[in-house]
Antibody, heavy 121, light 107 residues
């Protein structure tokens, strides 16, 4: 059974930092791109970042470039999101999601339960 | 970056109704278009990928169509468990993006 379990969320002051973790199990982690997606309270989904299986390619939404870093430790089957210079608008539930590539398509087939990040003084 | 626009933003319907949600991309994305359902307090679940392909286990009342810039998700006969929020997502670009969502409510 595929499992993704996010942790590391919490309350942080503006300008602060937080590191999210997402250990994965039930599949061969090194075969998949992985992603972070967030959802502000009462708002829609926003893709945040993605990382290639070997960690050598990373992509970000413009609003987090230079502040957030996605990474992975394939030996530990884990995905991470280092978030620096946090702003109130980064307040959201953060989900990790597995990227499934099929002929003709690419989509997120498994998601974690999410971890809440609140940026407030 | 590719912008995704869904319509309507919200929709009221009754059990048994047929409903259609549309999604428009700001540029040609061929068929790299996915549809997700999200129930309150839960993570999203994929319904349709590659514009019209069913994810395993998804009821056949859900269907998707379209290519290029215009796409639709159709629910042929609404069931009580279908009242949720639906999102489209483009996966054509390495910078993914979602539509703003369509909240489907009971009339």
């Amino acid at each position: 059974e595929v499992q993704l379990v996010e942790s590391g969320g919490g309350l942080v002051q503006p300008g602060g930092s937080l590191r999210l973790s997402c250990p994965a199990s039930g599949f061969i982690f090194t075969n998949y791109w992985m992603n972070w997606v967030r959802q502000a309270p009462g708002k829609g989904l926003e893709w945040v970042a993605s990382i290639k299986p070997d960690g050598n390619e990373k992509y970000y939404v413009d609003s987090v470039k230079g502040r957030f870093t996605i990474s992975r430790d394939n030996a530990k089957n884990s995905l991470y999101l280092q978030m620096n210079s946090l702003r109130a608008e980064d307040t959201a539930v953060y989900y990790c999601a597995r990227d499934r590539l099929k002929i003709g398509g690419r989509y997120f087939d498994y998601w974690g339960q999410g971890t809440l990040v609140t940026v407030s003084s | 970056d590719i912008q995704m626009t869904q319509s309507p933003s919200s929709l009221s319907a009754s059990v048994g109704d047929r409903v259609t949600i549309t999604c428009r991309a700001s540029q040609n994305i061929t068929t790299f278009l996915n549809w997700y359902q999200q129930r309150p307090g839960k993570a999203p679940n994929v319904l349709i990928y590659a514009a019209s392909r069913f994810q395993s286990g998804v009821p056949s009342r859900f269907s998707g169509s379209g290519s290029g810039t215009d796409f639709t998700l159709t629910i042929s006969s609404l069931q009580p468990e279908d009242f949720a929020t639906y999102y489209c997502q483009q996966s054509y670009s390495t910078v993914y993006s979602f539509g703003q969502g369509t909240k489907l409510e009971i009339k």
